[in-house]
């Protein structure tokens, strides 16, 4: 990973781990109708990333179900991701993955 800022500067840097945090949601683990596992869990862990000069980044990511399609819905409005896809997302436009 690359500060993104840094890279459209041309400039160089490192990339440290400033903290890494998740939620504590209860997740809802059950077997449907066909007899699948099923592990729907609400948590996000976010990791906030700070360059040598002084730019900041946060990726979040989500554990997936191992069972459900990406973005299939699940019982109670959430949306269920596959466990081989994990969703990482930027928040800010900081750093840059290689």
Request: glycine content about 6%.
């Amino acid at each position: 990973m690359k500060c993104k800022t840094c890279a459209e500067l041309g400039l160089t840097s490192t990339l440290s781990v400033v903290s890494n945090f998740a939620t504590l949601m209860c997740d809802h683990q059950y077997f449907d109708e066909q007899g699948r596992y099923h592990l729907h869990d609400p948590n996000t862990t976010s990791t906030v990333y700070r360059c040598s000069n002084g730019h900041s980044t946060v990726e979040t990511s989500r554990r997936h179900c191992p069972t459900c399609k990406p973005k299939e819905a699940v019982p109670g409005g959430n949306v269920c991701h596959s466990v081989e896809q994990p969703m990482h997302e930027t928040t800010s436009n900081d750093a840059q993955r290689d």
